[in-house]
């Protein structure tokens, strides 16, 4: 069995698990039957088995399989279906509760009543609110009554009857609807929209397959262990394989299904998304749209795979998504963004690199940014023998000599975003920068240390170096981040990382029973953990910068929000060199910093931000009358207008042709580069001085 787990593991490391991105597409010709029960297949409960004893002997976290973890795989599959507590009344959960403390014998046993049950219940469920929501969306509301709204009921006590949740759900559509009559939307487009968008989840709903419903089950233990650790049907493994390879043509980002809400878990580097520079992780589509002028489709509640499927098209072809923000709160206007569909390659996703001048006490420094969107390699090239075969190290080291003939007086590593890639990489990498010596250690679930070593004797380059990070540098960028920092080889600049330092390892479940009837699907299984060279994981705690810019509470992001993440811990150091110490330039350097943020208009409106997404994330209520929602978007327009006037008045124009235009310029464009390169532009100077 342990042959056969090494023989298969994916030593490729990413922000994210990949959602469910099944194939299924709506087949009107198939008749549904909406009181159809379902109930599980042989296979399901002889996969259940498998999955359950693979998870309880291999995982990394040492799994105690009894009532305590039952009681969470109980939670974890209700939310999954009812994260909100809109479809389910109290007897039904009182009903289910039979169950909380049966589940882990019923795994071992491969017993899945409780799943289809629920399913079966919650289908019924599903029925009664649609039947509500076509009565109910007849007539127009009443916008100038003084109510409001709740849109987070997932901590909530669940009611008691039906007529309780008909209440919720009018406020809810009610909500929907203000949203688009403040947008000058007549009432029965409205009203179409709203009623088609719960049509249309109830009909997907009536379309689940019994794999479906395993799935989701068998996801709900695996989130209960850690949430890298995944079960895909086989239909859903086989869209897992489409996105590893990137060979589709769409937008360039994955998408995970959240609270209702098509959400992008991912931009993928080198794609439309990333190129246009408008989207970003955890914004939300609400609606998606074909071509210039083609009619926008509201995709709330649609299922994943169906979202996809509209997302998904020709190369070259235009596709218009109507976006919620992800700091955006629901009583919010939407944001259109363009985007030509196209398909993605390795080349595009490829490092880059620029010169910025930075002034600093007289002087113009020369900089080289090294934008790294992820950790690539070309293994298939690799393993022709290609001798020009790609791969990160590679292009960065051209990219390197390339800026050296510029004379450039210090490096920026630009890894914001960068959600990880290949070990072999982050490894290689940090080896342009240090002589040699130990880069990161491995540890896995039978507490065998593996360390990996630079493999290049010689340093590339001894210039300055900064690297600057986000919330968004994951797995490999956080080895590299670490490494870097560990040796003292180069200043962190950033964000505190997001914090992922595990392994996963993806199981063919047809190896464990060999069928010609069927496939089994596959297991995305959390075997190992990366420690710095210090012993330090990077796991919860990502790297800490040692000059922090201001950023957005870490409580709802990052790995340390999922509540099954595995925790941080600490094993032996290695030997090690350090490069240097930076220690010492710190205050001097932060106390600079300071100074300047404090003059700096980007930054003031950045602090800005911040404590508004504090403070609407405190906010729990909405109002539903249409004046004082009138007010508060038009105090937001004003707000973004006068910040617009602002910067104008701050940017400098050149003429073009008899035309206006405005000057490329990076304190407004990217005001947290340029504050990098002063950083790293003070550390050049504290570093000559103290020589």
């Known amino acids: 069995m342990k042959q056969i787990l090494l023989a298969v593991i994916i030593i490729f490391i990413s922000i994210t698990s990949f959602a469910q991105t099944t194939e299924h597409k709506n087949d009107n010709s198939v008749a549904i039957d909406t009181f159809k029960v379902l109930v599980p297949t042989k296979f399901n409960s002889r996969v259940d088995q498998i999955v359950t004893t693979l998870l309880t002997k291999y995982h990394y976290k040492k799994i105690d399989l009894n009532d305590s973890l039952s009681s969470i795989i109980f939670d974890n599959y209700i939310k999954s279906l009812d994260y909100n507590r809109v479809y389910f009344i109290k007897p039904d959960i009182n009903n289910f509760e039979r169950y909380r403390h049966l589940l882990d014998d019923y795994l071992l046993a491969g017993n899945l009543s409780f799943p289809f049950e629920v399913f079966n219940t919650y289908k019924t ?13 007849q007539q127009e509301f009443d916008y100038s009554t003084n109510e409001s709204f709740t849109p987070m009921r997932d901590e909530a006590p669940w009611v008691e009857k039906e007529s309780e949740l008909d209440e919720i759900w009018r406020k809810r559509l009610k909500n929907d609807a203000l949203n688009k009559h403040l947008q000058k939307e007549e009432w029965e487009k409205t009203s179409k929209t709203l009623t088609d968008r719960y049509k249309r989840f109830h009909k997907v709903i009536l379309q689940y397959k019994e794999e479906d419903v395993f799935q989701l089950y068998m996801n709900a233990l695996a989130n209960a262990i850690d949430p890298h650790t995944s079960y895909f049907s086989p239909i859903t493994s086989e869209n897992f394989n489409i996105s590893m390879s990137l060979s589709f043509e769409g937008i360039g980002a994955s998408l995970m299904l959240k609270d209702d809400y098509t959400t992008i878990a991912k931009i993928i580097p080198g794609g439309p998304a990333a190129k246009s520079e408008n989207l970003f992780e955890n914004d939300r589509i609400v609606g998606v749209a074909q071509g210039e002028d083609g009619e926008v489709v509201d995709i709330v509640g649609w299922r994943l795979d169906d979202v996809i499927q509209l997302i998904r098209g020709k190369k070259g072809t235009m596709v218009r998504l109507s976006i919620l923000r992800a700091d955006a709160t629901l009583d919010m206007p939407t944001e259109e963004v363009k985007l030509i569909r196209d398909k ?14 930075i002034e600093e006490d007289g002087k113009i420094f020369k900089l080289g940014v090294l934008d790294i969107p992820t950790f690539y390699i070309d293994f298939e090239a690799q393993r022709k023998g290609d001798p020009d075969y790609k791969s990160t190290t590679r292009d960065v080291r051209k990219l390197i000599k390339e800026l050296n003939k510029e004379n450039v007086d210090g490096f920026i590593i630009d890894l914001r975003n960068n959600g990880g890639g290949s070990l072999q990489e982050a490894v290689e990498l940090t080896g342009l920068f240090i002589k040699d010596g130990p880069v990161v250690q491995v540890k896995n679930s039978n507490g065998n240390i593996q360390v990996d070593e630079d493999p290049d004797k010689e340093i590339y380059t001894d210039k300055p170096l900064a690297v600057f990070i986000n919330r968004y540098s994951a797995s490999a960028s956080e080895i590299f981040a670490g490494a870097i920092q560990d040796y003292g080889r180069g200043l962190i600049v950033g964000e505190q990382s997001f914090g992922k330092g595990t392994v996963q390892n993806l199981i063919d479940l047809n190896r464990f029973m060999p069928t010609k009837e069927s496939e089994l699907g596959k297991l995305k299984i959390t075997i190992a953990k990366f420690y710095r060279i210090t012993g330090s994981s990077t796991q919860k705690l990502g790297v800490i910068p040692e000059v922090e810019f201001p950023s957005i509470p870490r409580d709802k992001f990052g790995e340390a929000s999922e509540p099954s993440a595995l925790k941080w811990d600490q094993i032996r150091t290695t030997n090690f060199k350090k490069y240097g110490d930076l220690k010492n330039h710190l205050p001097s350097l932060l106390r600079k910093h300071k100074n300047r943020i404090e003059n700096n208009l980007e930054f003031q409106y950045l602090l800005e931000d911040i404590q508004d997404y504090k403070t609407n994330k405190e906010k729990t209520q909405y109002s539903l009358n249409k004046d ?8 937001n327009e004003a707000k973004k207008s006068e910040r617009e006037n602002e910067r104008v008045k701050k940017e400098n124009f050149v003429v073009q042709e008899k035309d206006e235009v405005k000057k490329e310029n990076l304190r407004v464009d990217d005001p947290l580069l340029e504050e990098t390169g002063f950083i790293l532009a003070d550390l050049i100077i504290e570093q000559k001085v103290k020589k």
């Open 125 to 137: 469920r599903m029925y009664s609110r649609v039947n509500y929501i076509n009565k109910i969306m």
């Open 344 to 357: 993605i390659k390795l080349e595009e996703q490829a490092a880059s690199s620029k010169i910025i001048k």
């Open 628 to 635: 004082i929602r009138k007010k508060e978007r038009e105090e």
